[in-house]
Each structure stands twice: as structure tokens, then as C-alpha cells.
């Protein structure tokens, strides 16, 4: 069983006192040149320094490369939307040509629950166990307020890897 080494690239200064990011782009070549498996970008929020965004990050390292992994080390659910969350890694994937390595993760302890706070997904107002997800607006619901007009009478069916919803 071969071993793959991977790199986290420079999405962050190494010292939040002379705030110098390094070139994502000659880091991902470089991994690339020296026929590492993979590079990698962290995610976060908050940070005690500059920090780039990990997808903008990995898109340009896809751009830049042609062979290596890229991998998100790990993807905050929590503070994306996960429609917003599934777009991203599935745009990543095909720009990338089916290279995405995906870890998920909820944070770094370090910054405390500021992260989540910051994406709005603490929410103090009821107990975690007496939440209810969301409903689409009263002017997006049916007459009874049910299923959300543009999805009522356009039938979904499944053929293959894609959903196809039969509107031309």
C-alpha cells in the first residue's frame, strides 16, 4: 500500500503581527511538480490573522494543477447554508475534474462557539430540542400552506446521477 503526502496550502500568516499570505498558486504547482497526492485548505471563520476562503482557495489550486487532490481540511457545515454548501463542492468538483478530497468538520475548539455565532447558527431564542427548520414564505406556499408553488404539479424523477424535473 503506497503512502500519499499531502499540503496544507497558505491560506493564513504564520504570524498575525506582519500579516504576509503566501502564493496559493506557486504552492499548488509546487506540490504538483514534487508529485505530492494532494493539497489541502482549512476553513474558518474567524481567525487571529488574515485567512483566505478555503473554496476560493481550492478553485485556484484546481486551476494551477492538473493531477493532485484538493481537499477542503475540514468544511464548516455550520456556517454555510447546505444548499450553498452542496453547490460549492459540486462546482469545485467539475472545474476540477472530479479531484475534490472532502473532510467535514464543526470548528476549532479554540475560538470558542464565535465561529457559528458569526454564521448565525446559534440561535438562543428556544431549546435546541423545540427548534422547527423553516418554512417558505406565506407568498411562496400553496393556497393551504402547503408545498411551495414552483414545485407543485412539475413532477421529479430520477435518471441517473442528476435529477431531471422534466421542464425542457
Not at 487532490?69 to 463542492?89: D, E, N, S, T
Not at 470558542?112 to 448565525?120: I, N
Request: positive net charge; hydrophobic residues 40%.
Amino acid at each position: 500500500m503506497a503512502i500519499e503526502i499531502g499540503v496544507i496550502l497558505p491560506t493564513s500568516t504564520p504570524d498575525p503581527r506582519q500579516p504576509i499570505l503566501g502564493d496559493v498558486r506557486a504552492a499548488a504547482r509546487l506540490a504538483e511538480e514534487l508529485n505530492l497526492g494532494s493539497v489541502w485548505s482549512t476553513d474558518h471563520l474567524i481567525a487571529s490573522a488574515p485567512l483566505l476562503d478555503s473554496t476560493v482557495v481550492l478553485a485556484t489550486a484546481a486551476a494551477v494543477t492538473g493531477r493532485v487532490g484538493i481537499g477542503f481540511g475540514a468544511m464548516l457545515l455550520a456556517l454555510r447554508p447546505v444548499a450553498w454548501a452542496a453547490k460549492q463542492v459540486a462546482a469545485l468538483q467539475y472545474v476540477s475534474g472530479n479531484r475534490v478530497l472532502l473532510g467535514v468538520g464543526t470548528g476549532n475548539p479554540a475560538h470558542g462557539d464565535a465561529g457559528f455565532r458569526g454564521g448565525s447558527v446559534l440561535r438562543r431564542s428556544r431549546p435546541p430540542h423545540r427548534r422547527r427548520a423553516g418554512r417558505a414564505p406565506r407568498s411562496d406556499r400553496g393556497p393551504r400552506g402547503d408545498a411551495p408553488r414552483r414545485h407543485r404539479g412539475n413532477p421529479c424523477s430520477r435518471h441517473g446521477r442528476a435529477a431531471d424535473t422534466g421542464g425542457g
